[in-house]
């Protein structure tokens, strides 16, 4: 079945160090893959998205490649803040069932 | 716009009770999601509701059951609790498929069966 696999934490970082946070996942078909994030006391939220091979979602300074040779979606940030301190979710979406499958989350701590 | 919105926030059962979780979408939302969330995971897919229907299903057991109503807003419910079922649940809307639809997620209810 469709599966998300995740690189584990948790990753603390200095300040403007750059970021990458592993994301492979299994499917049987061609899903979307997707970032969440959740900030302390808030609830989830979309960070960004790729619908196809090679697309590359970005936001906020984050990005991410659809890499359908390796089944990767790394994200990147070229220099964190002290903001991105978070817990970031790798997640795929199978465009048939529509039903979202998790990674278990990679807690990243930005030190000042 | 109050976002999705859940209640209640926190809960605490024993084992075998039953339990009604409840989940009003974002205005303008007509999909709703649910998602068990357990300690240091991340969430796992429950069921979906659309229409008023249960569209797709998780690999979860017929305890967990659900409800969608004609404004939209949903419920969760789980028979014979057990241990294992002290989670976050955590409640979803999207306009349309999620897949294609940003969906929102709301704050989450904190469940324990003791």
């Known amino acids: 079945g469709d599966s998300v696999t995740q690189m584990e934490g948790p990753v603390t970082l200095s300040e403007e160090a750059f970021l990458t946070i592993n994301c492979t996942y299994t499917?049987?078909?061609?899903?979307?893959l997707f970032w969440y994030v959740q900030y302390p006391g808030e609830g989830l939220q979309l960070l960004l998205k790729?619908?196809?091979?090679?697309d590359k979602g970005s936001n906020k300074g984050f990005e991410a490649t659809y890499r359908k040779e390796t089944t990767s979606f790394h994200l990147e940030k070229g220099s964190v803040q002290v903001s991105d301190s978070a817990v970031y979710f790798c997640?795929?979406?199978?465009?048939?069932?529509?039903?979202?499958?998790f990674g278990t989350g990679t807690s990243l701590t930005v030190i000042p | 716009d109050a976002g999705v919105t859940q209640s209640p926030t926190h809960l605490i059962k024993t084992r075998g009770q039953q339990v009604t979780l409840r989940c009003s979408p974002k205005?303008?939302?007509?999909?709703v999601s649910w998602y068990q969330q357990a300690l240091g995971q991340g969430p796992q897919f429950i069921f979906q509701y659309y229409e008023e229907e249960e569209r797709q299903r998780g690999n979860f057991p017929d305890r967990f059951s659900g409800h969608q109503f004609p404004n939209y807003s949903s419920e969760l419910n789980v028979n014979a609790l057990l241990l294992g079922d002290s989670a976050l649940y955590l409640c979803?809307?999207?306009?349309?498929?999620?897949?294609?639809?940003?969906?929102?997620f709301g704050p989450g209810t904190r469940l324990t069966v003791l």
């Open positions: 205005s303008g939302h007509d999909t």
């Open positions: 979803a809307s999207s306009l349309g498929p999620p897949s294609y639809n940003e969906q929102f």
């Open positions: 997640a795929l979406s199978d465009l048939i069932s529509n039903q979202f499958y």
């Open positions: 499917a049987t078909g061609y899903p979307s």
């Open positions: 790729a619908t196809k091979a090679d």
